[in-house]
């Protein structure tokens, strides 16, 4: 499935001011000594993952929560530094909205292109669980900040892996596990997706993948019937409601005008996990992406995000970017509920049974 949208990250990146690694200056050598290796990220601690840019981007440290501030070390893409605190910025930033930092042993940087995470590994299964069609397989959510993965094709279909030095998947992704191996002392998982994707397989640690539990998909208050889904596009907001009483709400992520379409819709399709992509890494080409609710005929969704921590401020492609957890929320509360197994579901009545979007500003 391809979704089309009309904003690409890189576009959004370029126009937040952010000089990627190479345009501009010489490209810097690594060394900075507080960052972790995927093996010795700390436990028990709250982290961040820098996520801005395309791989190989570096930004410096800043060496107080402004922007003006003089440039302080150097981090990268996909570096994880320890999460002391967030703050709010102590000059006002007049291109932002967001005033969010996060400060970390070595400096601060601006806490919408850092990924709250944390390192979360797991015991493996060596047997995976038995499906009723008498397949093997489970649902896992990533719990370590970044896991290197190992394709089983090469060249691989899929511009994620294909167009980058080392494909990688991130904290609070989710992708269907349907192997197991022990690999050099090591317990692996062959991950893959089941919609929207590529036919491409890959290893991956089995620490890194949380087994998804059937109970975790469970409806959340499945005896309302009159439930509705209010999405404003001038504050960034999703409120979900039981009749007059409004029982969730969270900050998200809308496109512009052109992008998320106005109106009042029902959905018509629920994924556990699926990919996006439009034009490959030109614009995006986005796996794993968890609790998708699909709301519109040209691919509207809301999802869970991972690549950014800006909800409250418009600028996903057309679909409604939430945070992982509030994505899974409203995945669960919203009508029809849909199996673990296969962890899709398709409307056939054009969506009589399913709640309603309502996205107006």
């Not at 320890?82 to 709010?88: A, D, G, P």
């Not at 397949?135 to 899929?158: F, H, N, Q, Y």
């Not at 998947?169 to 929207?196: C, H, P």
Request: with cysteine.
């Amino acid at each position: 499935m391809k979704f089309e949208q009309k904003v690409s990250r890189r576009d959004f990146l370029k126009l937040s001011g952010i000089v990627l690694s190479g345009l501009l200056v010489p490209r810097p050598k690594r060394s900075l000594a507080n960052l972790f290796t995927q093996a010795e990220y700390p436990q028990g601690v709250n982290l961040g993952r820098i996520c801005a840019g395309d791989e190989g981007a570096w930004f410096h440290l800043k060496t107080e929560p402004n922007v003006n501030a003089p440039d302080g070390k150097i981090i990268w893409r996909d570096d994880v530094v320890i999460w002391k605190r967030e703050l709010v910025a102590n000059q006002l930033d007049y291109n932002n909205y967001n005033q969010r930092w996060v400060e970390t042993p070595d400096g601060y940087f601006q806490a919408f292109y850092v990924q709250p995470v944390k390192n979360l590994p797991n015991q493996p299964l060596t047997n995976l669980p038995t499906n009723p069609d008498g397949s093997k397989g489970m649902w896992v959510e990533i719990t370590v900040p970044v896991v290197d993965v190992i394709p089983t094709r090469v060249p691989a279909a899929s511009y994620w892996i294909r167009e980058v030095n080392k494909p990688r998947i991130y904290y609070s992704q989710v992708f269907w596990a349907y192997d197991v191996r022990q690999e050099n002392g090591t317990w692996e998982y062959l991950l893959m997706e089941k919609w929207g994707a590529e036919p491409d397989s890959y290893w991956v640690d089995a620490t890194a993948c949380r087994q998804i539990m059937p109970d975790e998909v469970t409806p959340i208050h499945p005896d309302v019937g009159d439930k509705l889904i209010k999405v404003n596009m001038t504050y960034q907001t999703l409120s979900a409601f039981e009749g007059s009483r409004e029982v969730y709400f969270c900050e998200i992520s809308t496109g512009g005008p052109d992008g998320t379409p106005l109106g009042n819709f029902p959905i018509w399709r629920k994924m556990i996990s699926t990919h996006m992509s439009a034009g490959g890494l030109v614009a995006y080409d986005t796996p794993g992406i968890g609790w998708t609710t699909l709301f519109h005929g040209e691919g509207a969704a809301i999802h869970a995000a991972f690549w950014h921590n800006n909800f409250g401020t418009a600028l996903s492609h057309g679909c409604i970017n939430c945070r992982p957890e509030d994505a899974k929320w409203i995945w669960r509360w919203s009508n029809p509920k849909v199996s673990y197994f296969p962890g899709e579901w398709t409307s056939t009545d054009g969506g009589a049974s399913s709640t309603r979007v309502e996205v107006s500003y």
